[in-house]
């Protein structure tokens, strides 16, 4: 999800040849880079929002680069990165259980600056299921308007059977962290 310029697509193709990806990306800064995939028919991108309802929402994009979320920037992410709301305009969204009905889901990669509750809601069915996800965290709430803590992200996945295997923080309080299914 947000997957920008898809530079890590390249890499796990070559890694993992079996696999199969859906790239969601809404933004127009960078869908019309992903174009480099259209004939590649192990990824699929799609050029919606991922969220907790299908339909359309407000898109915020920022001066910088890769930063535009479903959710405004907050305070912290005033301060500390110097960023300031660009545009606001509306995308198409969809939510991962109507995307995904009665599909096996290995692993989930959110990056959502921010929007990861959203995300989450919106995939409440398949959550049940999925074997990974891979998830952009933080500790601070004022990132962005109404984003989720790292603490709430890891209550929503363990009520869905997942466990924090792998947690990497940086001086800001964000990092990245991966969960597993239990056994």
């Given at each position: 999800m947000g997957v920008k310029y898809g530079f890590e697509i390249g890499?796990?193709?070559?890694?993992?040849?079996?696999?199969?990806?859906?790239?969601?990306?809404?933004?127009?800064?960078?869908?019309?880079?992903?174009?480099?995939?259209?004939?590649?028919?192990k990824v699929n991108v799609v050029p919606k929002a991922v969220s907790s309802k299908s339909g359309t929402a407000k898109f915020f994009e920022t001066n910088l680069e890769g930063?535009?979320?479903?959710?405004?920037?907050?305070?912290?992410?005033?301060?500390?990165?110097?960023?300031?709301?660009?545009?606001?305009?509306?995308?198409?969204?969809?939510?991962?259980?109507?995307?995904?009905?009665?599909s096996i889901i290995y692993l989930l990669w959110i990056d959502v600056q921010g929007a990861e509750r959203l995300v989450l809601l919106g995939a409440t069915s398949i959550l049940k299921t999925?074997?990974?996800?891979y998830i952009e965290v933080t500790d601070r709430p004022d990132f962005y308007e109404g984003s989720v803590t790292f603490d709430e992200v890891s209550e929503i996945l363990k009520t869905s059977g997942l466990r924090l295997v792998y947690l990497g923080m940086d001086l800001n309080l964000t990092g990245n962290a991966l969960y597993l299914r239990r056994s």
């Open positions: 890499p796990i193709l070559e890694r993992y040849p079996n696999v199969f990806i859906d790239a969601f990306e809404c933004s127009p800064r960078w869908l019309h880079q992903l174009q480099v995939f259209k004939d590649n028919p930063n535009g979320s479903l959710l405004p920037i907050g305070k912290l992410h005033r301060e500390w990165y110097n960023s300031k709301q660009t545009e606001v305009y509306e995308v198409e969204t969809i939510t991962l259980d109507e995307f995904y009905k009665d999925v074997r990974a996800v």
